[in-house]
C-alpha cells in the first residue's frame, strides 16, 4: 500500500506560517529532543478557482501520455445510482479506518483479537488481487482469509473451517462487528505490488475486464459478509487509465448497489501532484463515499534523492529537499476539483522510514538501515529504537521522527504529540477523518498509541461517524455468514496497557 513512483516536481508557492523552522543537525551531529512550537493552529485557507474544473482535460497540458486522451475508445458505465440508494454524502463523525493486512497472523503474530476495534468506524482487509489476463479478483491468501482458527489469537490449522462455512480472517471481523455494530469491514483489492509496474493498468485495459473486476469483486463482499470495496490501484499513468478508473469504480458502484443501500465505496488515493493530474476527478468522485489519501511515503532512501520527512503536512521554505512533496499540495488539486472535504480521509502511517549515514534532514545519505521486516522500514511500535536516538517534532510542518549522531540513523514518523497535532488539522479544514497504514503496527500503550491519540483530539468515540455495519447476507456462499440467527456474538475486548 504504502510505497508510490516518486517524480520530481516544483512545490506550489503555499501559504506558509511565518517563522516556520526545521530540527537541523549541528557541525557536531548532535540533535537533541527538538519541539519547534506553533504560535497557533492557523486553518490553511484553500481558493477554490471559478470555475471548477470537471474534466481531466484541465491537467492535460502538464501530463506527458502515449495514448489518447479522450475516453472515445473506451466504452464505459452508464451507470447512475438512483436517489434513495446513493452513497451518503453528509457528515454524521469522523471516519476512522484501519487497514488490516492479512499477512499480519504470520511473522507479525498480530491476530484480530488484538485490535481495538472501538477506536474503529472501519476496519478495511487488505489485499485481493487480480488475474492479470482477466481482471478477474482473486484471494491471495485464501487459507489465511478463509480457513484458519484464529479465534484464540493464534494460527490454529487443526481446527478450521469446515466445509461450507468460513473461519480465518473474514469469519474473525464478521464476528467483530456483531460486537461492534459502528464498525463497518470493507475488502481492498491491489496493493503497490500487486498493481504497480502496469499490472492494474494493462489487466483493466478493456470494457469486458472492469465489469469482471467488479462483479467478482463484489462477489467477494458479499460472500464474505463485508460493508464495502476499496480500490488500491497504485498507479493510473496516463489520462486514460484514470478514466479507466472511473468507468472501473462506476461499474463496482452499480454491482454495490445491487446488494442493497449502505453499501461503500472507497479508493486508496496519491497525493504525487502528478499522479493526482492523471485522475479525472470528479467523475470518480460521483462514485466514491470518501478518498482515502495517502499522505505518507513521500520520501524513503530507495526513492529520495536527499533524507526527508515522510508524511509532512507542510513544506518547508527554509529546507526544502526535506520536504519535496506535502500533504496540503495534494489536498488543494482535490479541493480546487469541487471534492467535499468531508469525503477526504487523511492518511497517517504506523511505521518510520530510516536513512542511514547521514548529518540530518535535508542531507545526503547512504542506503538504509536494516528496518524490521524490510530495509529501512521500521513498525512504530518499536520507534523510537534506542534509548539514544533524539525524537524531533517540527510543529510548522507537521513532521517528526529520530535522529542518533552515533550511528547516524534518521527515522522519519508520527509520535503521539504529532498525531493530535494532525488530528487537529483535520478538525480545523473540515475533512472527514484519518486512517492508517497498517494496524499491526501501533503501539499498546494508550498513552503512545497514535489512533487513540487521533481518536481523543476529535472528541472521543462520540465524535465517529455513527453508521452500523451490515449482518443479513442471504446470498453468501458461507453458511455461518448466510444464516444469521440474529444473536449477537459477543467479543474479547482487548485492554491498553497502561504506562509503569
Known sequence: MHIYT???FLLAALP????????????????????????????????????????????????????PVTSSTIAPSTYVPPANISKDDGFTGFRSIGYFADWDIYDRKFYPNMLHAEQFTHILLCFLVIDPTTGEVVMLDGPGDT????????????????????????????????EYRNLKTMLSVGGWTASSDGKFNKALS??????????????????????????????????????????????????????????????????????????????????????????????????????????????????????????????????????????????????????????????????????????????????????EDKIFEDEELLASGSYNPDTRVLVSYDTPRMAQLKAQFIMDHGLGGAFWWEVSGDKQDVETNLVQNVLQTFGGASALQKKEGHLEYPNSKYSNIRVWNGTLVAWNRPSFETSS
Open 16 to 67: 506558509l506560517i511565518d517563522g516556520a523552522a526545521i530540527p537541523v543537525v549541528d557541525e557536531n551531529c548532535d540533535l537533541s529532543v527538538v519541539t519547534i512550537t506553533r504560535r497557533q493552529l492557523v486553518p490553511y485557507v484553500y481558493e477554490t478557482p471559478s470555475p471548477v474544473p470537471t474534466t481531466s482535460a484541465t491537467y492535460q497540458a502538464d501530463v506527458s501520455v502515449d495514448v
Open 147 to 178: 480457513q484458519v482458527n484464529l479465534e484464540q489469537g493464534t494460527t490454529d490449522w487443526g481446527t478450521g473451517a469446515t466445509e461450507g462455512t468460513v473461519k480465518g480472517m473474514v469469519g474473525e471481523l464478521f464476528k467483530m462487528k456483531q
Open 206 to 387: 478493456t470494457p469486458e475486464s472492469r465489469a469482471l473486476f467488479a462483479s467478482s469483486a463484489v462477489k467477494f463482499v458479499n460472500d464474505f459478509g463485508m460493508d464495502g470495496l476499496d480500490v488500491d490501484w497504485e498507479y493510473p499513468d496516463t489520462l486514460e487509465d484514470g478514466e479507466n478508473l472511473a468507468d472501473l469504480l462506476r461499474r463496482c458502484r452499480e454491482e454495490l448497489d445491487k446488494l442493497g443501500p449502505g453499501f461503500e465505496l472507497s479508493i486508496a488515493a496519491p497525493c504525487g501532484p502528478k499522479k493526482i493530474d492523471n485522475l479525472p476527478l470528479k467523475e470518480i468522485d460521483e462514485s466514491l463515499d470518501f478518498w482515502n489519501l495517502m499522505a505518507y511515503d513521500f520520501a524513503g532512501p530507495g526513492f529520495s534523492k536527499a533524507t526527508g520527512h515522510m508524511s509532512n503536512f507542510y513544506p518547508s521554505t527554509e529546507n526544502p529537499d526535506s520536504t519535496e512533496f506535502s500533504y496540503v499540495a495534494a489536498l488543494d488539486k482535490y479541493l480546487a476539483a469541487g471534492i467535499n472535504p468531508r469525503k477526504l480521509i487523511t492518511g497517517m502511517p504506523l511505521y518510520g522510514r530510516g536513512f542511514a549515514t547521514t548529518d540530518g534532514l535535508g542531507q545526503p545519505f547512504s542506503g538504509a538501515p536494516s528496518g524490521d521486516w524490510e530495509h529501512g522500514v521500521y513498525d512504530y511500535k518499536n520507534l523510537p529504537m534506542n534509548p
Open 6 to 8: 516518486i517524480v520530481s
